[in-house]
């Protein structure tokens, strides 16, 4: 008798309008993929980084966005967040080799402020994280960015 394996890698894709419901259709996308692959021991943090990166999409864009979830092996999940804005806001325009102990501090936001925290817990809770901006697009057409971390 043969047995299958499910491989270890896999990618899931996810169209989402820009609508204030989008950061919980993306927790809960999330939350079924990891459950279903058996990844369930990284969920939390998967989720509150995920759910912050698709809300800073909803904030700052008029557009839609896109969710990529991608299995790298060895354990690694990969999450993308696409939107219509070319704009990669800090910490993620730094190069690859700026990240670490000596990168540019971010400031954090002050005890009363309602936003400003999402991207410095992507920092500090993801293994690695990058952006890249795809430009302005054809025709004055917004090609956006793409934001991802890794954990």
Known sequence: MVTVAPP?????????????RAARVARM??????????????LDVVELLTSEL???????????ASLRL???GD???????????PHVPAPFDEPPGGRGAK???VAPASVDAESGRGLLLVRQCATSWGGWSLGSG??????????WFEV
């Open 75 to 85: 354990g690694r999940l990969r999450v993308g967040v696409w939107d219509s804005s």
């Open 54 to 64: 698709v809300t800073n999409a909803y904030r700052h864009t008029r557009g839609p």
């Open 103 to 105: 990168s540019t501090p």
């Open 8 to 20: 270890d890698t896999w990618t899931y894709a996810l169209r989402l309008p820009h609508d204030p």
């Open 70 to 72: 991608t299995a790298l």
């Open 29 to 42: 996308t999330v939350r079924a993929a990891l459950h279903g692959h058996g990844m369930a021991e990284t």
């Open 138 to 147: 054809l025709l004055g057409r917004g090609a956006g960015k793409l934001l």
